[in-house]
Every structure is written in structure tokens, then in C-alpha cells.
């Protein structure tokens, strides 16, 4: 690990694209525009589960202002029988999320995009377009996709020989389950369901693409990785990743859901068609029919303990909706579920559902806190049955370094442990509580992720430098990258420009996503600056005429080390940039790596509410997320991550839920009836840092942005039974579930 | 369908648009004037992206026609800062990290400063509840609310 001064890492710097946004200069996916622009519109299906039988769309090309019209046959097409993985996900899937094909599998599926001089024109004539369908029985909730004879949303998922909308399995076993749990002197088993919800970005999907002559393509667009939107829009259009280049526009907000796409290969057919440019903005209702969310889940948590508190066996049964098509994040659920303690013996089953809702899409640790929900409700009542305090018990039996987890990996030098010792001994945990009030902790696992990442830094003539990386900047994590250059380069904050490359002209860069930005940015970033440095000593030395070897660099300047200490004056970055042209040529550094060692992350959560008897409604009225972060390069959007999931962790506890009505459609698709928490629902967010560093990067970092939605399901849930000596077991609590539960007693 | 005529004042510069008689003034701000510093989070009046003030009152612009701007006074995001200085919410909401995405950003501070004029003291509960129009995914309002309190202050100690 690097010497760290503390100079600009872990300072709170302002963010370098800090005064474009708070102006409103900052480009978002849906504000750049281009002479010539037309609007598309996409014909969404009126049906849960329909067979498509007929499109005619004569009409809709036919009146005046129509400028072209797509179906799925526009689409490549990916046999059923054959995977195609880009990433995680399956372009048999994607091919038919972006348009219906065979089959209209949820209510607002796309079946045709209309583009036309005016967005009311292209509405109107995707209303002119005549399909015909034939109903299907369609199936909504887990329990009902499970049964022997629900309706089969596709023929070809098959399980043990039968057709079934369980599409995938995953299992992870330790030990002996049933050795542990005859160990056991307690034993609780509970059964859990939480509903979908949506990631709840503020802005819709948007994007603007332009088809030249030649057939080169240039997409401007929102998302969580413009890399991953060339590479999908290629695959889905036939068109050669190289002729197509895809430039981020500001992202407002993504939390997962980003990370696919759903308009971009529909612009980009349909501006091919046109031969103009075309915008495509989703309108609300839209995001919440037929993009994201995150999948709703049933499942099975049962866990064993001896009389000391030792947790001897744990079982757990997850079963999550992916959706109409397969993809649901099992992995997150059954992976992450027990992955906080050293539990001998374990036994997690996850199980992927189609039924007729749209595609799940990732959303911030996608999966887990769907497990933790279950398991850390099930810990508090294990807590509860031996008398012990549950962060004592959590401490106990918390995963250290060498621990064995079930997913695989033996734990190298985490955190965890000091999450819990810094919950039991922050004030919070001790403060007194009123009447109707109560206290719940929970704690959260996220695997995180390394990958793909590049960098290219460049010293300017005039010795500042601009370094470009290729990863959409969500919360603030070009002020990481300008802290990290800023500090190895030893030179102000200030003289350091962050960019993010378009496809262009950066390498690939995978995915903002898996928390592993300013993990794997850091490295690159890291590796870039270190060349430069080692380039601008080199440079001394010429000038110095002695060996670069001789030379180092200190706060800014090369100097003479060693015999020649003292023998000339220092030379600033300003200085060997200016004489850059004679002693070798431009001064820059690019890296690209696959980066590896992101290692867990791990956080715990203590939250207070109070409960109105008379509405059913629950107050948050503290709340504090305690988080090993290995090392905070920006405090402040640090904290920021912490803050942001433990509030979308309230609102799906409490709040926010898809509703679907009698005809399968969702009922509740607007800002207005699918309530996330605003600003009144909530109270501060306390937020503590904690500093164990990745062993495995140059500055210690770990990934933040998915751990604090883990733990929140649980620390609320734990919070209401500690109130109403009642327990739920399905969210949201919302005030109508309360008052049942309340009405029940 | 003929285009309406509308003359108005747009952060202090007088302006002339067109615009179909339907359209909304976030669409016309963001489409026809170029400004699209308002954003539009929901289109329906549930998200508070499109915050503008409106002969000094707080108003979601896309529930109101452009049409209805005739002869009013109009303040957007682009006019809160004076060239290049930030309005004091402005600067503290980036001293504060009071942004992660920005995309509520515009509508937060458009909305904040409509507060502050009104009550230069406010608590933090009339903060929340003034704020509570105005969805913010990403930060949990936490360090939004903070960044408004502290700008409070500091505005009634310059004003001392
Ligand atoms: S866009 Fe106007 S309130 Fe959401
Ligand atoms: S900063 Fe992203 S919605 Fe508020």
C-alpha cells in the first residue's frame, strides 16, 4: 500500500463536476439535441401474456409525419436454444425484452416503436397500428408461478423433464446441515416475502442516436455503462461495436437499473430507417411498467444455536422473481444471505421464477437484501430466544478473517467485526426509547466487484493534467479520481480535470456497478499516475543529464536525489511540461486492467421507529449505518452511499411496493401512488465510517455503494417487533399491513 | 393546430416563444427556450424536478401550460447564479456533497431558495416538509436538509 499523506485522499474536495450540475449545465440523457431530431414512441402491450398473432402497421407509416416503424423483426434474433452472455445477461433475453417477439410476456412489453417529426405524431400513430393477440393465462406472484399448474410463460424452461417457470438453481452448501442443527439447543424457522420494487431513479431513460450514410452510429444516452450500451446495441442491431460509439450523458441515478438497455437499439433501428436523428425519452410510467425492478421474493430461513450463542447450522430457501424473462439475482440472495457469520454448516438454495412482470434489472446488491431481510430477522429472534443482546450475538458469531463462507471464498482481513464493536458502543445504541418505540440492528454482506477499467492521464503543456476514465460518474466519483492523481502527483486538487471518455475514446471500461468505480478507477488511475511520474523523472534526468534513477519526486517536483542532492534546483510539473516537446514528446500514461481483490464489504445498521397505533404508520426516528469502507478516498460521498441505500432500505420496508390489479397490470405505476420516502418520511441519516483497508489496493479501498441497502429490510423489521412485540414477516409495513397486524393481535 | 404567442420574463431577460396551446411550460423551457437546467423527473407533478418559481411562488412547470406564462416573471435554475457566482445554496450544496446523480439538484435549489426567502430561520422539519415535493433518490435528504439549514445561517449572518 502507498505512504498515504492524507493531503487530498479522504479530503472533502468539491467535485470537479460539481458546478455544472448545481447550474443545470450538466447534460443528462435526455437533454442533448440535434438538427434534424425526431421523436420515438414505443406501442407497449395491453396484455400480461398474449401471443402475438398479427402486426399491421400500414396504418401508422401512412400518416403524414411518420418517418419509420419497427417490430421485433427488426431485431436480431437469438434462438432460444443457445446462451449469448454479455456480462450477466443473456441476449436470447434481451432480444426479446427490448421488443416482444413470439409472445407479449408483460403488461407494457414493447411491440413496435413509431418515429415520427413530433413525439405526439409517433404516439399517435403507435395507437394506429392494428395487433392482433391472442390472451393468454397469465400468472403474477411467486406462489401461484410455482404451482404444478400455473400458466407457462415459456415452453422451453423445463425442470426434471416438465415444463415450469422455475428457470435456474443455485445452491451452496458447508458443512452438514443436519449434523448442525442436531447441535442446535435453538432452532427457529420463519417464512419471509417481500414485494418487487423499483430502483426509483429520478431520471427516465433517454437517449438520442445518430446513423450517418456510412452506417457509423453515435449514441448519446444515459446509463450505467456506455460500454455496455455499444456493445448491446450492437448485438441487437447487427452492427460492428466499432461503427458504433456511445457517449455517457450525466446518469441521474441508476442504483442498477442502468445497467442495461431498453430504447437504444429501438433509436438506433429506427434512426437507420429514417435516416434521421431520433430522441426516445421513457415517461414515468413507462420506468415503472416496463423497466427494472428488483425482484420480489418468498423464502424459507432457518437457523440453529447453542445455548452460548454459537450459530451451529443455517438453511435457507430464496426464491426470486425474475420477471418474463430469466435472470433474477439468486446469486445476491442465497450468496449473501449468511455470508456475515462463521456458521460450520450451511445450506442455501436459491431458485429463479418467471411470471408476467417485466425483466428485473439489478438494483444496488442485487439480491442480498432480500436474503439478509430473512436471516437477520431470523438472528433477532435467536437473539431474542437466548436472552442475548443481538449485536452480541452477531459479534459472536461474525465472519474474520479466514472464515469460510459459504459462496466460496475464505475471508482475507475484513471489517465486520468492528461494525458491531462500533454499534455497541455509538450512543445511539444506548439512548432511551419512549412509548410505541423501538430499536432494531441488522448487519449485510455485498460481495463487490473488480473487472474491467481504464485510464489515461495526461500532463497538458501548461503542467496541469486531465485524466479521463471510462465509468458514468453516479455520486461523485470523478472528486475520488482527482483526489487520488492529485495526491500521488503531489500538485492541487484544482489542476486536476476529471473526464469520462465516451467508447471512443477510452478503453473499455465495464459496468458502474458491483460498488467497483472507485475501487477499480483508484487502480488504474493509480497505475496511470505512478507511469507519469516515473516519465516526468526521466525528463529531470535529461534535462540534469544524470540517471533518472537519481531522481525523485516530491510534492510536485522532481529532485535531485542521492550524490546529486542539492546539485540542481527542483523542476516543477510546469517546468518539464513546458520542455516536454524537447526532451521526448507529450507526457501521459494509459492503463487498462482487469482488476481484481475487491473484497466484501460488510456494514451494520441500528435503527429506532415509532409506531402510531391509531394509522399504522411507522416513523423512522434514528437511524445509524456503521461501515467498513477499507479506506474513504471522499468522505462525504461516502457517507453520501451510506445515507442513499439506508433510504431506499426504508422505503422498501415500509412504503414501496408494485400493486397489480385484476388483469395483471400494474396499478400503482406513478411517483404519486408508489411511494418512495421523501424528505418529511425521514429523519438524518448518521453514518459512521470505519477504516479497515483492503489489504489488496494500492489505497486501501473497498467497495461502499450496495452494503448500505442490505441490512436496512431487517434493521426496520427488528425496529417494529422491538415496538409492538409483534413480528411481520412480509413487507411493506405499510400502514394498512400494520393496522391488520394490529387488528389481528 | 396555430401556435400560441407568449411573451415573458425568464430569469429577468424578457422572451418571446410559440407554443401549442397543450404544451407545458417544462416541455417549452426545456424544448422551444433550450433551457434544460428544469428537468422533468415524472411529467405529473409527483417528483419536483421541474421546480421553477413563478412570479415568486413554487411550481412544478409541468403542470402548468406554457401558455400560462404569458406576461409573468419566470426564475429557473439558469438565473440563480450571478455569472460566476454561485448562489449561497449553490456553494454549500457542493461544500456539503448535498448532490450524488444532480438530477433533483436544480429542482432542490430552485425550491430551497423559494424557503429561504420566505423564512430565513426555518427548523428542519419545515425544511422537510417545504423539501417534501421534491424526490430525491440518491442522498436521503440527509445531507440536502443540512446543506439548506447551514445556508440559512450563514445568509441570516451576512444579512446581520
Ligand atoms: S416533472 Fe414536474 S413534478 Fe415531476
Ligand atoms: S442526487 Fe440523485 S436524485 Fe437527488
Not at chain 1, 499523506?5 to 449545465?25: C, H, L, M, Y
Request: aromatic fraction near 6%; hydrophobic fraction near 40%.
Amino acid at each position: 500500500m502507498n505512504v498515504i499523506s492524507n493531503k487530498w485522499i479522504g479530503q472533502r474536495t468539491i467535485r470537479p463536476d460539481g458546478a455544472d450540475k448545481v447550474t443545470g449545465r450538466a447534460a443528462y440523457g435526455a437533454d442533448t439535441v440535434m438538427p434534424g431530431m425526431i421523436w420515438a414512441r414505443v406501442l407497449r402491450s395491453p396484455h400480461a401474456h398474449a401471443r402475438i398473432l398479427r402486426i399491421d402497421t400500414s396504418k401508422a407509416e401512412a400518416l403524414p409525419g411518420v418517418k419509420a416503424v419497427m417490430t421485433a423483426k427488426d431485431v436480431v434474433e437469438f434462438p432460444l436454444d443457445k446462451s449469448v452472455m454479455l456480462g450477466i445477461q443473456d441476449m436470447r433475453w434481451m432480444c426479446r425484452n427490448v421488443m416482444a417477439r413470439e409472445k407479449a410476456l408483460f403488461h407494457g412489453h414493447p411491440v413496435a416503436a413509431v418515429a415520427a417529426t413530433t413525439e405526439a405524431i409517433a404516439a399517435e400513430a403507435c395507437a394506429l397500428i392494428e395487433v392482433e393477440y391472442e390472451v393468454l393465462p397469465w400468472v403474477i406472484e411467486i406462489e401461484d408461478a410455482i404451482k404444478p399448474d400455473a400458466p407457462i410463460l415459456h415452453d422451453f424452461i423445463k425442470l426434471d423433464g416438465k415444463p415450469s417457470n422455475i428457470a435456474g438453481k443455485l445452491e451452496h452448501k458447508l458443512g452438514d446441515v443436519d449434523a448442525g442443527f442436531a447441535q442446535a439447543d435453538v432452532v427457529i424457522e420463519r417464512e419471509f416475502k417481500t414485494r418487487p420494487v423499483h430502483q426509483g431513479y429520478i431520471e427516465s431513460h433517454a437517449c438520442l442516436v445518430s446513423v450517418s450514410p456510412d452506417g457509423k452510429a453515435t449514441i448519446w444516452s444515459s446509463s450505467q455503462g456506455q460500454f455496455m450500451v455499444r456493445a448491446m446495441s450492437a448485438y441487437l442491431t447487427g452492427i460492428p461495436q466499432s461503427d458504433i460509439r456511445a457517449i455517457p450523458a450525466e446518469i441521474g441515478g441508476g442504483f442498477g437499473g442502468k445497467t442495461i438497455i431498453y430504447l437504444e437499439p429501438l433509436a438506433l433501428i429506427l434512426a437507420r430507417k429514417s435516416g434521421r436523428p431520433v430522441k426516445m425519452i421513457m415517461s414515468r410510467e413507462e420506468v415503472f411498467r416496463a423497466s427494472g425492478p428488483t425482484s420480489g421474493s418468498m423464502s424459507k430461513v432457518k437457523i440453529g444455536a447453542t445455548k452460548d450463542g454459537k450459530i451451529v447450522a443455517a438453511q435457507g430457501t430464496f426464491y426470486l422473481q425474475a420477471g418474463a424473462l430469466p435472470g433474477s439475482p439468486i446469486r445476491g440472495a442465497a450468496g449473501c444471505a449468511f455470508a456475515p457469520y462463521d456458521i460450520p454448516n450451511v445450506h442455501s438454495l436459491g431458485f429463479d421464477v418467471v411470471s408476467n412482470r417485466s425483466k428485473v434489472a439489478a438494483y444496488r446488491a442485487p439480491g442480498a437484501p432480500i436474503g439478509a431481510y430473512a436471516v437477520e430477522c431470523v438472528v433477532d429472534e435467536i437473539a431474542e430466544a437466548l436472552k442475548m443482546d443481538p449485536l452480541e450475538l452477531r459479534l459472536k458469531n461474525a465472519a474474520k478473517q479466514g472464515t469460510k463462507a459459504a459462496h466460496g471464498p475464505v475471508y482475507p482481513r475484513i471489517g465486520f467485526v468492528e461494525t458491531i464493536e462500533a454499534a455497541l458502543a455509538h450512543p445511539h445504541y444506548k439512548a432511551p426509547l419512549g412509548k410505541h418505540q423501538g430499536r432494531g440492528v441488522a448487519s449485510g454482506f455485498w460481495f463487490n466487484a473488480g473487472g474491467e477499467s481504464s485510464a489515461q492521464v495526461n500532463v497538458t503543456e501548461d503542467g496541469n493534467v486531465v485524466v479521463t476514465t471510462g465509468h458514468p460518474d453516479i455520486g461523485g466519483s470523478r472528486a475520488s479520481t482527482a483526489n487520488i492523481t492529485a495526491e500521488l502527483l503531489g500538485i492541487d486538487y484544482k489542476r486536476v480535470s476529471v473526464l469520462i471518455g465516451d467508447t471512443a475514446t477510452i478503453g473499455y471500461s465495464n459496468l458502474t456497478g458491483g460498488s467497483r468505480v472507485t475501487f477499480a478507477s483508484a487502480m488504474v488511475v493509480t497505475q496511470s499516475t505512478e507511469k507519469v511520474i516515473t516519465t516526468l523523472r526521466e525528463r529531470a534526468a535529461k534535462i540534469w543529464k544524470i540517471d533518472p534513477e537519481a531522481v525523485t519526486w516530491d510534492d510536485g517536483e522532481a529532485r535531485p536525489a542521492g550524490d546529486n542532492a542539492g546539485k540542481f534546483p527542483a523542476l516543477t510539473l510546469a517546468e518539464i511540461a513546458a520542455k516536454a516537446s524537447e526532451t521526448g514528446g507529450p507526457i501521459g500514461a494509459g492503463v487498462q486492467l482487469n482488476t481484481a481483490g475487491a473484497e466484501g464489504g460488510f456494514a451494520t445498521h441500528v435503527c429506532d421507529v415509532e409506531v402510531d397505533l391509531d394509522l399504522g404508520i411507522v416513523r423512522v426516528l434514528r437511524y445509524t449505518s456503521f461501515q467498513d469502507v477499507g479506506r474513504a478516498i471522499h468522505p462525504s460521498y461516502v457517507e453520501g452511499q451510506m445515507q442513499g441505500g439506508a433510504a431506499q432500505g426504508i422505503g422498501w420496508a415500509l412504503s414501496e411496493e408494485y400493486i397489480y390489479d385484476k388483469k395483471g397490470r400494474v396499478d400503482n405505476a406513478s411517483f404519486l401512488d408508489y411511494r418512495m420516502p421523501v424528505c418529511s418520511d425521514l429523519p438524518m441519516l448518521d453514518t459512521v465510517i470505519i477504516e479497515v483497508p483492503n489489504p489488496k489496493h494500492p489505497q486501501g479501498v473497498r467497495g461502499v455503494g450496495e452494503v448500505p441497502l442490505v441490512p436496512p429490510l431487517a434493521a426496520v423489521s427488528n425496529a417494529v417487533y422491538n415496538a409492538l412485540g409483534r413480528r411481520f414477516y412480509s413487507l411493506p409495513m405499510s400502514p394498512p399491513r400494520v393496522l391488520e397486524v394490529l387488528e389481528g393481535a | 393546430m396555430a401556435k400560441l404567442h407568449v411573451a415573458t420574463t425568464i430569469n429577468g431577460e424578457p422572451m418571446e416563444f410559440l407554443c401549442d396551446p397543450g404544451q407545458s411550460l417544462l416541455d417549452a423551457l426545456r424544448g422551444t427556450l433550450g433551457l434544460t437546467g428544469t428537468k422533468e423527473g415524472c411529467g405529473t407533478g409527483d417528483c419536483g424536478a421541474c421546480s421553477i418559481t413563478l412570479d415568486g411562488r413554487l411550481v412544478c412547470s409541468c403542470l402548468m401550460l406554457a401558455a400560462e406564462a404569458e406576461g409573468r416573471e419566470i426564475a429557473t435554475i439558469e438565473g440563480m447564479a450571478a455569472g460566476e457566482d454561485l448562489h449561497p445554496l449553490q456553494q454549500k450544496f457542493l461544500e456539503m456533497a448535498a448532490l450524488q446523480c444532480g438530477i433533483c439538484t436544480p429542482g432542490m435549489l430552485i425550491a430551497a431558495r423559494n424557503l429561504l426567502e420566505r423564512n430565513p430561520d426555518p427548523t428542519e422539519t419545515e425544511v422537510r416538509f417545504w423539501l417534501a415535493g421534491n424526490l430525491c433518490r440518491c442522498t436521503g435528504y440527509d445531507k440536502i436538509v443540512r446543506a439548506v439549514m447551514e445556508t440559512a445561517e450563514e445568509m441570516r449572518g451576512a444579512a446581520r
